[in-house]
Each structure stands twice: as structure tokens, then as C-alpha cells.
């Protein structure tokens, strides 16, 4: 069974970085596509970044492109997304995903099976 738990959401003030983790089980990186998503009040969920799982190739949404980085610790089985120069704009409840296509490389929603959930950050302006 995949399981996927976030944690390293917190209040951060803009300008400032955070590095949030996933915890995954039930799977191995080269077979999953890994992904973060996050989901602002009153909005829909929206894509930040993914890696496949057979290359490692990554995709960020525009939006965060240069300032947060996807990756992975095969050792410990974790999905890292670091973060840097946080905007106010940035608060979300952040959550990792999976799917077992290793050459998927997506930004949508409906592509991922398997999903944590959550973990808040919130930038104070």
C-alpha cells in the first residue's frame, strides 16, 4: 500500500525559505512518478512541481520556477520540496503525490493515484 505523509508546514515570513518532506512507503522512486500540489482557500488544487521516477526529469509551474526545487532521498524514502524567497502568495496546504507511471511527468491532478494529506504553510507579508 503507498502512504505518503507530509510535514515541515509552518508561518514563515516572505522572503524566507522551508523545506517540506513526504515520507513515502509502498513503493520504490524508479518505478513512481513524485509530485507536489497545493491548494490555496477558496481555490482549486494546483500543481508545483513533479520528478518522474524512471530519469528523474522535473517540471515546476511557472509560478514557483527558480525559487523551489523538487527532490528525492532514496535512502530514507523521502520527497523533499525546498523552498526559497516565500510570497505571500505561496500559502497553501502543500500536499505529495504518486503515481506508478515513472515517465510521467505532470503537473494535473487526475494523473496521480495516490495522495498525502497536507501540510500547511502559511507567508506572512
Known amino acids: 500500500e503507498v502512504q505518503l505523509v507530509e510535514s515541515g508546514g509552518t508561518l514563515v515570513q516572505a522572503g524566507g525559505s522551508l523545506r517540506l518532506s513526504c515520507a513515502a512507503s509502498?513503493?520504490?522512486?524508479?518505478?513512481?512518478?513524485v509530485a507536489w500540489f497545493r491548494q490555496a482557500p477558496g481555490k482549486g488544487r494546483e500543481g508545483v512541481s513533479c520528478?518522474?521516477?524512471?530519469?528523474?526529469?522535473?517540471t515546476y509551474a511557472d509560478s514557483v520556477k527558480g525559487r523551489f526545487t523538487i527532490s528525492i532521498d532514496n535512502a530514507k524514502n523521502m520527497v523533499y520540496l525546498q523552498m526559497n524567497n516565500l510570497k505571500p502568495e505561496d500559502t497553501a496546504v502543500y500536499y505529495c503525490?504518486?503515481?506508478?507511471?515513472?515517465?510521467?511527468?505532470?503537473?494535473?491532478?487526475?494523473?496521480?493515484?495516490?495522495w498525502g494529506r497536507g501540510t500547511q504553510v502559511t507567508v506572512s507579508s
Open positions: 503525490a504518486a503515481d506508478p507511471r515513472p515517465l510521467l511527468v505532470s503537473l494535473k491532478v487526475p494523473d496521480f493515484r495516490s
Open positions: 509502498g513503493f520504490t522512486f524508479d518505478d513512481y512518478a
Open positions: 520528478r518522474s521516477g524512471s530519469d528523474g526529469w522535473t
